[in-house]
């Protein structure tokens, strides 16, 4: 009986043992990124700093382009500035891998700037992004990131019950707060770096968007290459200071002849709340012209205009009157939702492409 005993317990052990290092279930394993198509395995081969605009609108209304969105790819990671409405609909477009994406960075919170942070947050989770997100900013970006998480932290838990957590990683689908720029007071002087990742510098710097305070631009340096994102401001020392020898200038433009002749019809329609909206405006945007003369100044390659106001009328002669007697052709382009511009590594080189076609 002893030996009966004996040998049950032997195989009872075993069979234990057997169980205990066998594969999990799939289900209770972890599902990788989606892959990359092949686009996009180019635009991560590590060889090229990388702009793709994925947002180029104002806050007016079109049907073509999403609000304010930009994306620089440094390596395997994507980097985003400004993630406004309809933007991240623009990035599955280009089938754009959220998994990606490292980190988001906040020029300032007006709504057409802010209004799809709820929406990255839960791509990239489904994604298979595995750690919070940063969301970087200057002072207001704590109260920013607590409202979205508020906002989606059910989503999260109800899209965990549906794909288990082989799709879902509930501990990392937060944004956390990278709050910068305690010296951001409105001097329109400050400048501080904010991030380092191997080769990249990421520094921020003050733009004059008064009364909205604080409001920053972003620099990008890597491996002698440099991109500069505007974000919304008019026309500054301290923009400029921080622009020079730029690769490539990415700014916001606000033709303020196209906005008159807009604020004329709505005065005369009898619309004097829009009306004083268009009149208020034009003091704290860029105009194509500054923006140019602004590049030129700070020695700058390429010139590449975002956040057009008004965008719908981007292409009528009027909005960029005057920048060809400023700027040579080839230096200066009309961005669109999917424009991609690479600078290679170890060269001078700025090479335009498109990750989604220009509009007509």
């Known amino acids: 009986m002893r030996l009966l005993v004996t040998a049950l ?29 092949s686009a996009m395995t180019e635009i991560f081969d590590g060889k090229a700093l990388r702009v793709i605009l994925c947002g180029t609108s104002s806050p007016l209304p079109d049907p073509g382009r999403a609000k304010a969105c930009t994306i620089v790819v440094v390596g395997d990671k994507a980097y985003v ?95 956390i707060a990278k709050e910068f720029g305690k010296a951001f007071v409105g001097g329109l002087d400050a400048e501080e770096i904010i991030l380092r990742d191997g080769d990249l510098t990421v520094t921020a710097f003050e733009v004059d968007h008064d009364p909205i305070r ?16 505007s974000g919304d401001t008019a026309l500054s020392a301290n923009f400029t200071a921080n622009a020079k020898g730029a690769d490539v200038l990415v700014t ?26 268009m009149a208020d405006i034009p003091d704290y945007h860029i105009s194509p012209l500054d923006a140019a003369k602004t590049a030129n100044e700070a020695g700058v390659k390429l010139l590449v205009y975002t956040h057009h106001i008004p965008s719908a009328q981007v292409n009528l002669p009027p909005y960029f009157a005057g920048v060809a007697a400023i700027r040579p052709a080839n230096t200066w382009v009309i961005g669109w939702d999917g424009l991609r511009v690479d600078l290679p ?15 007509n």
């Open 9 to 37: 317990t032997t195989v009872l052990l075993a069979a234990c043992a057997t169980i205990e290092s066998a594969p999990q279930a799939p289900q209770a394993q972890r599902l990788g990124p989606m892959p990359l198509n």
């Open 81 to 175: 500035i400004d993630t406004g409405p309809e933007s991240w609909e623009q990035l599955q477009r280009m089938q754009f891998p959220g998994s990606r994406i490292a980190g988001v960075f906040i020029t300032h919170f007006h709504s057409d700037h802010i209004g799809d942070l709820g929406e990255f947050r839960m791509q990239t989770m489904v994604a298979g992004r595995r750690q919070m997100l940063p969301v970087h900013g200057p002072r207001g970006v704590a109260n920013l990131v607590t409202g979205f998480n508020l906002a989606y932290e059910e989503d999260a838990r109800l899209r965990l019950a549906h794909h288990g957590e082989s799709v879902i990683d509930l501990a990392s689908s937060p944004l």
């Open 214 to 229: 604080p409001a920053v631009g972003y620099r990008f340096d890597w491996k002698g290459r440099s991109v500069v994102i």
């Open 252 to 277: 916001e433009s606000l033709a303020p002849n196209l906005i008159g002749m807009a604020q004329q019809q709505m005065n005369a329609a009898g619309n004097l709340r829009a009306a004083k909206i």
């Open 345 to 359: 590594a170890g060269s001078t080189d700025v090479q335009q492409g498109e990750l989604l076609p220009k509009p």
